[in-house]
């Protein structure tokens, strides 16, 4: 049964690979898409 987390993002948390890279308007680290939970980098 997948996880809610899997159907929102494609995959399980512990798969993510995170950047290096802080989002400026959260401060926490931007995904491998360039996206951050807080939905910035969307546009
Ligand atoms: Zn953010």
């Known amino acids: 049964m997948e ?3 899997k ?3 494609g995959k399980e948390p512990e798969e993510v690979v ?3 890279v802080r989002c400026p ?5 931007i995904d491998e898409f360039g996206f ?4 910035a ?3």
């Open 3 to 5: 996880s809610a987390h």
């Open 25 to 29: 308007d959260c401060g926490s680290r």
């Open 36 to 39: 951050c939970g807080c939905g």
């Open 7 to 9: 159907k929102i993002f």
């Open 18 to 20: 995170y950047l290096d």
């Open 41 to 43: 980098g969307e546009s």
